[in-house]
């Protein structure tokens, strides 16, 4: 699994796919934080992680889109496959290299929030400031980097899966585009209500399993400080879902 993830780690820099996604999520995520804080006068962050979560729909796919589907266009699946390695050690690899850039992307991300602590002391201080909050709730933001971490990893194991199933990577992008859209917008179309403030969704059943496909809505505890176990094991058990189904993929194509 090792030598895989040292692999997929040095493929990210080779090719020009992780400046890219690096490069891109992190103007993305600085000028975010600076409009929904600084120029919003507020010192909430729940517009900027929602708005980031959003932002995934397309991020996600930059990093999985290549990490089976490359191999199939490049004819070296079949190495992978009769590698002195197991199969869900090379799955293993691959996502934990994905992930790794991503987490990464996401600390890196959190220097974004240094100007607001520096502007609550400074209107502690008793100098003018935009802001109409007394700070940061420091609480709130770890709760949500945190939930962001696991949310991006239940997404990564998706892209994976979707790309051990494409024949390229444009298809990959493409598809895992569209399911994580579904995955994250479900949430948004679930609180919609008609002229009488009515569920557009008018069935309990139908509302509820909504809400549990919609990734989105497990969010909320984290955001609140809140450390939510059950939003942890959700994350976690989709994240095993969406690897063991690639584990099958390729098992099947190794004794097919």
């Known amino acids: 699994m090792f030598a895989i993830y040292r692999k997929e780690m040095r493929s990210y820099f080779i090719n020009p796919i992780g400046f890219v996604y690096m490069g891109i999520f992190l103007v993305f995520s600085a000028l975010l934080c600076c409009y929904t804080t600084i120029i919003s006068g507020s010192y909430d962050t729940s517009n900027y992680f929602t708005f980031l979560i959003i932002a995934f729909i397309i991020l996600i796919p930059i990093l999985t889109m290549r990490l089976f589907a490359e191999e199939r266009k490049l004819r070296t699946e079949q190495l992978l496959l009769?590698?002195?390695?197991?199969?869900?050690?090379?799955?293993?690899g691959k996502y934990f290299a994905a992930l790794t850039i991503f987490v990464s992307g996401i600390l890196l991300s959190c220097i974004n929030f240094i100007p607001l602590?520096?502007?609550?002391?400074?209107?502690?201080?008793?100098?003018?400031?935009?802001?109409?909050?007394?700070?940061?709730v420091t609480g709130e933001i770890v709760g949500s980097v945190i939930a962001v971490i696991l949310l991006g990893a239940a997404l990564i194991a998706v892209g994976t899966l979707i790309s051990a199933l494409t024949e390229n990577q444009l298809s990959a992008a493409v598809v895992t585009i569209g399911v994580i859209a579904a995955m994250v917008l479900l949430n948004f179309?679930?609180?919609?209500?008609?002229?009488?403030?009515?569920?557009?969704?008018g069935s309990y059943v139908i509302r509820a399993v909504v809400d549990w496909i919609s990734v989105l809505s497990r969010f909320s505890a984290f955001s609140n400080g809140i450390f939510d176990y059950s939003s942890l094991l959700y994350y976690i058990s989709l994240s095993f879902v969406f690897l063991f189904l690639t584990v099958r993929v390729y098992e099947k194509r190794r004794w097919g």
């Open 82 to 92: 009769t590698a002195p390695v197991t199969i869900t050690g090379m799955v293993l």
């Open 117 to 136: 602590y520096v502007i609550s002391a400074a209107e502690r201080a008793g100098e003018d400031s935009a802001l109409n909050h007394i700070g940061p």
């Open 189 to 201: 179309v679930n609180v919609l209500t008609d002229s009488d403030g009515q569920p557009i969704i």
